[in-house]
């Protein structure tokens, strides 16, 4: 694959996954109308280290604090930014567990078109009606350890084609009555741990199976991925400060109609 079309695959995949869409029906289009190859073994690995630093660096205050705040509960002082720090990665370790346990079986007859295309569309309704309809008076600051578990474990349900996992997980926070901002910021911090778990299984199977060395397209990528994922989350972010995921949802129905329509042959390119 061109490195053109390397870095514009990843600015899509990245931006696709920041924001409540999903990257699965996106990718499931491009294949049907562009001859595009899939890339090799690096792109992955490079694709995660890259958005793993992007929500690294815009949530830089909030991983500050949970780390001093771990210093002083340490100390024997109770914190809550040490606290919501411990229910972030006691949800990762869950969440990573479920998720390897599951895994195996949505790798095989589940991915198709159609499934993909009814969860794109249901994972809109859903979101619509828990964004209209649920409360609003949580902030990440309330959170409890139920409640970083049962958001973590949703990215599980996003191993499902067409899910997103950025969607499902907001949902449940809407669900949950977390402020759209919050619902959206608990996301991302949620993601670091389990993503820093994935970056590193994607660089076994690089460094363990192909070549040992990470080349300057994989680097490319890994940028690209970076800055494309810094800009997503603050266009999100403060699109979240002051309206709500309409737009997303009737995005997603666009979306999945378009794939629908592909897996029913209404349509071929």
Known sequence: ????????????????EV?????????????????????????PFALRLGSLLAVMAYFSSDLFDMVTGAIRAAKGKRDPAARLAVQLCVAGIVTVAAGSAFEHYVAGGWKTPMLMGWAIVGGAVLLWLFDNMSMTVKRIEHAS?????VIGLCQVIALIPG??????T????????????DAARFYFL?????????TAREAYRLFDLQRGTVSHIDMLCA???????????????????????????????????????????????
């Open 1 to 16: 694959m061109a490195l053109t079309q390397l870095i514009v695959l990843a600015v899509l995949q990245t931006i696709t």
């Open 19 to 43: 924001f409540p869409i999903g990257a699965e029906g996106h990718l499931a289009l491009i294949s049907q109308i562009l001859p595009v190859q899939p890339p090799d073994i690096g792109f």
């Open 145 to 149: 350890f139920a409640d970083a578990i």
């Open 163 to 168: 899910v997103g996992s950025a969607a499902i």
């Open 170 to 181: 907001i949902t449940m926070a809407r669900l949950l009555g977390y402020e759209r901002s």
């Open 190 to 198: 949620l993601s670091i741990p389990v993503s820093i778990v994935l």
């Open 223 to 269: 940028g690209a991925a970076f800055f494309a994922g810094l800009i997503g989350i603050a266009i999100l972010m403060a699109w979240l400060r002051r309206s709500t995921f309409t737009p997303f949802v009737i995005y997603r129905l666009v979306l999945g109609a378009a794939v629908l329509a592909l897996a029913y042959d209404i349509v071929s390119f």
